[in-house]
Structures are given as C-alpha cells and as structure tokens.
C-alpha cells in the first residue's frame, strides 16, 4: 500500500464520502474479505448508485474507489448492489464495459429485454417439460404438474411474441382512452387472448361473476 502522502483522494461525486484508493495491483489475490466486510462493501456501491440523478452515469473506476478495489472483479457485489437499488425504485443499467446509469423514466418503460429473456426462458422449459420419454409412466401429480408447465410455459411464449406485444399496444392504447385501470387493461388483454370479450372500465370488476356486464 503506498504512503498517505503518495496517494491521492477522489470523490466519486459530491454528496458520496471522499475515499482513498488502493493499489489494485499489489493487493494479493487470495485475500479474501469477510462476509461483514461484503456487506459493507455492498452497502457502499448501493449509496453510490442510489446518489445517482435520473440519465447520471458512474464509471467502473470511480466505483472502484468507492469501495477501495477493483469492482470489475466482484460483479457479485454490484449485482446485489443493483438489486436492492431496484427494490427502492432506482433502475440502475450497465453500460457496457464503462459503467452503470441511473435510466431515465422513458428507458424505465422500455423492457423489452427482460420480455426476449423471458420468452427464451418459457422456450426452454416448454422444450424441457415436453422431452418426457414416457408421459403414462409418470404419477398423477407429475403429469398434472407437467401438463400445467407445459401450459404456462406456452402461453408466457406465445404472448411475447412481437406480434403478440403489437397486438397488446392496441388493446393498451384504446384502454388508455377509455381511462380505465392498469388491472382493466391487464385483464382486457388476458380476455382479448383468450377469445372472451373484452371489459372496459368500471364494468371490469362488476363483472366478475357476472355475464351480463357492458362488453366492448
């Protein structure tokens, strides 16, 4: 470790704790930290990262001296660091091989992403639930299970098909007319897929249990 006088102080930005870095280079590679000193570390990138205005971008260096190591070298950190900033409402995003941002409220609407992960995730357990060799073989409660996965996973693919996903857009934007609920249009959506008529407004909720409500 250098000398006090030979190290320089950097503010990651002017609300976050002035923090001496280290040199990476000579800290050995089997130190391990202990977990209490993980959590602080963890706590540290979250204060960081929640500091962060809507579209402000923090490099991995300036993280790095956050916490007084390379943060590059422990993604498990700055994960559970990103997760817990999610929990409270800040969307944090990784800039690739640069840093992380703080998305603004029009990339917050954008998950279109986490819908491409989510369909191969369904495709991939639909290919796995579908690959039993012998389906008479299996108890009742596995062929149930197996043919309820086999159902969720199918329709989880299905809906977020692009066509599927253009296709809800219409349903959203002529509910958002309508001035209806977040739930109403949730539900128009499942009835519009699942060949019902679709509910719009109030009459939503009056009709469940209820044919007889005003239909679109």
């Known amino acids: 470790m250098k000398d006090d006088d030979e190290m320089s102080t ?3 930005k002017s609300n976050i704790i002035e923090m001496t870095p280290p040199d990476f280079e000579k800290i050995e590679s089997s130190t391990k930290p202990t977990i209490q000193a993980r959590r ?3 706590q540290q990138l979250i204060t960081a990262l929640m500091s ?3 579209g402000e971008r923090i490099s991995y260096d300036d993280l790095s001296q956050v916490i007084q190591r390379d943060v590059r070298g422990v993604p498990h950190l700055l994960s559970a660091a990103r997760r817990e900033c999610a929990r409270q409402g800040t ?3 990784c800039i ?4 992380m941002i703080n998305a603004t409220d029009r990339e917050r609407a954008d998950a279109s992403g986490h819908i491409r992960a989510l369909k191969r995730a369904a495709t991939r357990g639909r290919q796995r639930v579908h690959s039993v060799v012998d389906f008479d073989a299996l108890p009742p409660e596995a062929k149930i299970r197996q043919q309820a996965h086999a159902a969720v996973l199918g329709a989880i693919e299905s809906v977020a098909k692009s066509s599927s996903l253009k296709r809800i857009s ?3 934007e002529a509910d958002k007319a309508a001035k209806i609920s977040q739930e109403d249009v949730i539900r128009s959506t ?3 897929f699942s060949g019902k008529p679709r ?3 109030t009459i939503a909720s009056k009709s469940q249990g209820n044919d007889k409500g005003e239909t679109k």
């Open 91 to 93: 969307q944090i995003d």
């Open 96 to 99: 690739r091989a640069w840093g």
């Open 190 to 192: 499942l009835a519009a």
């Open 199 to 201: 509910v719009v407004g």
């Open 170 to 172: 219409k349903i959203a």
């Open 10 to 12: 950097t503010t990651t």
């Open 52 to 54: 962060l205005e809507q």
């Open 40 to 42: 602080i570390e963890t």
